[in-house]
């Protein structure tokens, strides 16, 4: 039982390149986070998921697009790579109720510069 | 608006207490978190608090709720060089898709 699988793990990128996140969850679950974490300021949420072809802005969304098209799937891209971008970003997924436990991916390290 | 906020270091001997305390500022929270986050892992849930208990405990942690303060504290006893990490507290307002984090707890455990 994998959990939730984050792809890749590291990356650097130039300014203005693009690329894709991979979160991929096999718990079936309906809710899917993207979240980004920099230094003394906790985890800011990105964009989420609230079921398949489903998509929300977060508190941070700006210069990233997401996409579910399958619900075990939850893809976050950079059209074009910002040097504030540079971050360690993770997936999670949950549940609706308050009560159960978010699961996170290992997180993926990606630097723009 | 929504916040979290938590100290950023906190350092122990090995068989002491640990005490992380966090504050938050909405009174509508329902849920309230501890994460720990090892390094270059993702982070785990340790614990949690409904808004109406006062305490919780689970073999090493304790959890208070002070809701009038909106204080919230984890105690971990005898600490190990084990529990080294970051830990995060967060608050959940509407039952679970949107949670606030804090900005975590790096604890230092000395030999």
């Known amino acids: 039982n994998a959990g939730v699988t984050q792809t890749p793990k590291f990356r650097v990128l130039k300014t203005g390149q693009s690329m894709t996140l991979l979160c991929a969850q096999d718990?079936?679950?309906?809710?899917m986070y993207w979240y980004r974490q920099d230094p003394g300021m906790g985890l800011r949420l990105i964009h989420y998921?609230?079921?398949?072809?489903?998509?929300a802005k977060g508190e941070v969304p700006d210069g990233y697009n997401v996409s579910r098209l399958k619900k075990q799937n939850f893809l976050l891209g950079l059209e074009s790579a910002a040097p504030s971008q540079t971050s360690v970003y993770f997936c999670?997924?949950?549940?609706?109720?308050?009560?159960?436990?978010?699961?996170f991916g290992q997180g993926t390290r990606l630097t723009v510069v | 608006g929504e916040d979290v906020e938590q100290s950023l270091f906190l350092s122990v001997r090995e068989g002491d207490s640990s005490v992380i305390n966090c504050t938050y500022t909405d009174s509508s929270s329902t849920y309230l978190y501890w994460y720990k986050q090892e390094p270059g892992a993702g982070l785990q849930l340790l614990t949690y608090i409904f808004s109406n208990m006062d305490m919780k405990q689970d073999q090493r942690l304790t959890v208070l709720l002070n809701k009038k303060d909106k204080h919230l504290s984890l105690r971990i006893a005898d600490t190990q060089t084990g529990d080294s990490a970051i830990y995060f507290c967060?608050?959940?307002?509407?039952?679970?898709?949107?949670?606030?984090f804090g900005a975590g707890t790096r604890l230092f455990v000395k030999a």
């Open positions: 967060a608050e959940s307002l509407t039952g679970g898709f949107k949670t606030i």
């Open positions: 718990m079936n679950h309906e809710y």
């Open positions: 999670a997924t949950d549940e609706l109720d308050g009560d159960t436990e978010a699961f």
């Open positions: 998921s609230v079921g398949e072809g489903t998509t």
